[in-house]
């Protein structure tokens, strides 16, 4: 596995953008040294102009989302419902996660061996839930998957056999056999990061993995709520990153912070790095599609923005990840800059930034 220590990073919605350059010479007077992007989006073109910039790339490589993968029950009977944008799939369908691991194999080795990337972070990498909505204070988070299938393998696992499936088997579980769920659930989610994981460092040897974790309350949460466990996770990967989204969730500038703290004493010897929000403007920021844009709650002022950046670089490893980039207007790259140049992480990240060209 690579060491990472502090990771300073933007997430790049749109690399493709005619203002790149700007924006990632931006990023490098700010202080980051890393960006962001889908894997899918990565090319040699967008590889080299990271690299002239001095900076590192990490590629984001989406698990259980989309509508064709298989397909979830919630706790009421009810076949999955998208939710915004988000259509979340099972993480424990043997077939899917042979595609995935194939998929990511594939998309490694196709890049140019003379131009790695520098890591790889694992997206969607969960039981669906559009945490989003769904653990914003008063919301009521759905719990899956109570389809045949699924309610097969804990039996096979467990000895347990539910009564269903659907609501009957989520009422049996939730008040018999929660922890047994729990578990099963956990062991799901944590076996797929290490089947990817490992296809990534065999593909890409030396590749820092990593993914991105729902920002629950706690540990125990976490697990129950989407099968990640972040003990579990830092044997496997070397990166943890809580997406700590405080307007989207309605929280406060704190928070992300806080749970950072929390994580950070759960997760050794992973590094924990909080991805914090720039904007609630979605439309702004996001690709044209059709219908509207997603809720990313109140409006972020610059005093806000400030407060975030203060509370956040002082917990964890000093890292941070800016999501997305394009959030980021001029004032707030220097703000940005001048918050970074105070709050000095106590180690170098890994290898340090690359030279420009």
């Known amino acids: ?9 933007c997430y790049l919605l749109d690399p493709a953008r005619p203002s ?3 924006l ?9 040294d890393t960006v962001v992007a889908k894997l899918g989006s990565v090319t040699p073109t967008l590889l080299d102009q990271v690299r002239h910039h001095g900076l590192r790339l990490y590629g984001s490589f989406a698990c259980f989302r989309g509508p064709q993968g298989p397909q979830a029950v919630d706790q009421d009977g009810n076949a999955w419902q998208p939710m915004e944008w988000y259509t ?12 995935l691991a194939t998929e990511l194999d594939a998309a490694l080795r196709a890049l140019p061996p003379d131009a790695p990337l520098d890591g790889l972070l694992l997206d969607f990498l969960r039981w669906p839930l559009h945490w989003e909505l769904e653990l914003r204070p008063g919301a009521r988070p759905r719990s899956s998957s109570y389809d045949p299938a699924t309610l097969r393998q804990f039996t096979e696992r467990t000895g347990l056999r539910p009564p269903g499936p659907g609501a009957e088997a989520a009422r049996w579980i939730a008040e018999r056999h929660a922890p047994q769920w729990t578990a099963f659930r956990t ?12 296809t990534a460092r065999r593909a890409r040897p030396g590749t820092a993995v990593g993914a991105f974790l729902v920002p629950a309350a706690d540990e125990a949460e976490r697990r129950a709520l989407v099968g990640q466990d972040a003990r579990q996770l830092a044997d496997v990967l070397d990166l943890l990153m809580p997406m700590t ?3 989207i969730a309605h929280r406060d500038t704190g928070w992300p912070a806080r749970l950072t703290r929390t994580l950070a004493s759960d997760a050794a010897p992973a590094t924990v790095v909080p991805v914090v929000q720039t904007t609630a403007d979605a ?14 709650g109140p409006a972020i002022d610059d005093s806000a923005f400030a407060a975030l950046l203060d509370t956040t670089l002082d917990a964890g490893s000093g890292g941070i990840c800016l999501f997305p980039a394009e959030g980021l207007d001029p004032d707030r790259w220097t703000l940005l800059g001048d918050r970074l140049a105070r709050h000095r992480p106590p180690h170098h990240p ?8």
């Open 1 to 9: 596995m690579a060491r990472v220590t502090a990771v300073r990073s």
């Open 20 to 22: 790149l350059p700007r």
């Open 24 to 32: 990632l010479g931006r990023a490098r007077a700010a202080g980051l």
């Open 88 to 99: 979340g799939v099972r993480p424990n369908d043997p077939a899917w996660n042979a595609r």
């Open 187 to 198: 062991a799901a989610v944590t076996g797929a990061a290490r089947l990817l994981a490992d």
């Open 245 to 247: 989204y405080h307007a």
């Open 283 to 296: 439309a702004a920021v996001l690709p044209r599609t059709p219908g509207p844009a997603p809720d990313w």
């Open 350 to 357: 890994l290898e340090g930034p690359r030279r420009a060209r």
